[in-house]
């Protein structure tokens, strides 16, 4: 039994020296030594980092998403490979060394946006909205174009020379060519050898010419009915209803070139006043002047009536310059 005791003691004191030994050589290696992964690359180690995790995940992300500018994503045929390791305290972690080392080891890719024209590549630019501007830009300055341009992305692995928008619209820009000249619209003219005649062209213009004269009101009454285009036609005067058999005067002084009926404005008289310009009076119950007549302003020419296309008393003003009509109101009520 005793010899067993002296056993068991010596078993003890060894056990005791054992831990003991243990405990300072983890306390050496842990002040002399620390967990890290050695990262290595085609069998070379390039460096150290202390967490794998995000190391791959910073790699990982820039493979799909490139470096957030021109760079869509990177092509790496070998991939790093990780080893659990302990290193001296005096080497530390260089996980930005390590990571430019893999990314450089790849391939980029550029993103562009080419602008195309019937499909063949003519320009590129760095963003989807400078490339939606080149074409919007065009379209509004009417580049002949624009209908056969189109853009799309391309990734290239050269670093392509990418334009501004203002340098691709003006090289792609085709000067739309000159307009044709109107043609002269075919004006009707009626003539009669015992009333003169009548312009009844459609022409209107919404400017404001001068005319050389100052005109009159030849009624007062009500306006009905506006110059201009409406849906169910043009209205090439102003009409200004009051009772029938109201005297109409001249609006400005000048020569009568047409008194008489005349399709849809009923018994019309039409002054000449001169350098162009012309004044109607269309629908009158009565005509008091005749075609050759010099009148003077304000004189009576006619009275009001419901002649031709009318559904009431009133009268038709028309202001004429070279046969085209100008708005009554640029000049009268």
């Not at 980029?108 to 590549?121: D, H, M, S, T, V």
């Not at 012309?278 to 629908?283: D, I």
């Amino acid at each position: 039994m005793r010899t067993i005791l002296i056993h068991l003691r010596k078993s003890f004191k060894l056990i005791i020296l054992l831990v003991i030994a243990l405990f300072l050589i983890l306390s050496m290696m842990y002040f002399l030594f620390r967990p890290m992964y050695a990262v290595r690359l085609n069998g070379q180690i390039i460096g150290y980092t202390d967490s794998k995790k995000q190391l791959v995940e910073r790699i990982n992300k820039s493979i799909k998403t490139g470096d957030g500018n021109d760079i869509a994503f990177f092509e790496i045929d070998v991939m790093p490979e990780y080893e659990e390791c302990y290193s001296k305290r005096n080497i530390q972690p260089n996980e930005e060394e390590v990571f430019n080392a893999v990314i450089v080891s790849g391939t980029p890719y550029y993103r562009n946006f080419a602008i195309l024209q019937n499909g063949e590549e003519k320009l590129y630019v760095s963003t989807f909205e400078e490339a939606e501007k080149v074409i919007a830009d065009l379209k509004e300055k009417k580049s002949t174009n624009v209908d056969s341009l189109t853009y799309n992305i391309k990734y290239s692995t050269d670093k392509l020379d990418n334009s501004t928008v203002d340098t691709a619209v003006a090289a792609l820009f085709v000067e739309p060519p000159p307009p044709e000249p109107e043609k002269p619209k075919k004006t009707t003219t009626y003539r009669s050898s015992g009333y003169g005649s009548v312009n009844l062209s459609q022409t209107v213009s919404y400017g404001n010419i001068a005319l050389g004269i100052n005109l009159t009101r030849p009624v007062s009454g009500t306006i009905t009915s506006r110059f201009g285009r409406r849906s169910s036609g043009t209205h090439t005067g102003l009409d200004i209803a009051t009772s029938k058999g109201t005297p109409i005067g001249a609006a400005a002084a000048g020569t009568v070139s047409w008194a008489a009926r005349r399709g849809g404005y009923g018994n019309l008289v039409v002054i000449d006043h001169g350098n162009g310009v012309q004044t109607y009076y269309g629908h009158c119950n009565t005509i008091n002047v005749s075609v050759g007549q010099y009148v003077s302003q304000g004189q009576t020419i006619a009275t009001i009536g419901s002649t031709g296309n009318s559904t009431g008393p009133h009268l038709h003003l028309e202001v004429r310059v070279d046969g085209t009509c100008q708005n009554p109101q640029n000049y009268l009520y």
